[in-house]
Nanobody
Framework: QVQLVESGGGLVQAGGSLRLSCAAS????????MGWFRQAPGKEREFVAV????????NYADSVKGRFTISRDNAKNTVYLQMNTLKPEDTAVYLC????????????????????WGQGTQVTVSS
């Protein structure tokens, strides 16, 4: 079983940048397809980005495409989410998640696909 801990959230002005980290312990992160999701108050959990076990495949929600970049460093057991040109509508709790299965283009955006979740880190973008 893997434990996931997010960090890097905070308060930033619109147009600014943040880099989130998701550190894993208990098992090597290379065993998991990794995703980032977000949840704003009163809204459903929303897919943000995914990266395959090797890092060769990534995919993004349309709302963040071109602004966010997901990456992983399996040697450091960490996954990252670089967020640029932030908008107020990006305000949410950001959670990382691990899927024991291979990347699947039909399911990567479904939260039910993921087996392990972190507690989340708050990102607030002011206008």
């Amino acid at each position: 079983q893997v434990q996931l801990v997010e960090s890097g959230g905070g308060l930033v002005q619109a147009g600014g940048s943040l880099r989130l980290s998701c550190a894993a312990s208990g098992r090597t992160i290379s065993s998991y397809t990794m995703g980032w999701f977000r949840q704003a108050p009163g809204k459903e959990r929303e897919f943000v980005a995914v990266i395959s076990k090797s890092g060769s495949i990534t995919n993004y929600a349309d709302s963040v495409k071109g602004r966010f970049t997901i990456s992983r460093d399996n040697a450091k057991n960490t996954v990252y989410l670089q967020m640029n040109t932030l908008k107020p509508e990006d305000t949410a709790v950001y959670l990382c998640a691990g899927d024991r299965g291979l990347y699947n283009e039909n399911y990567y955006f479904r939260s039910q696909r993921y087996d392990y979740w972190g507690q989340g880190t708050q990102v607030t973008v002011s206008s």
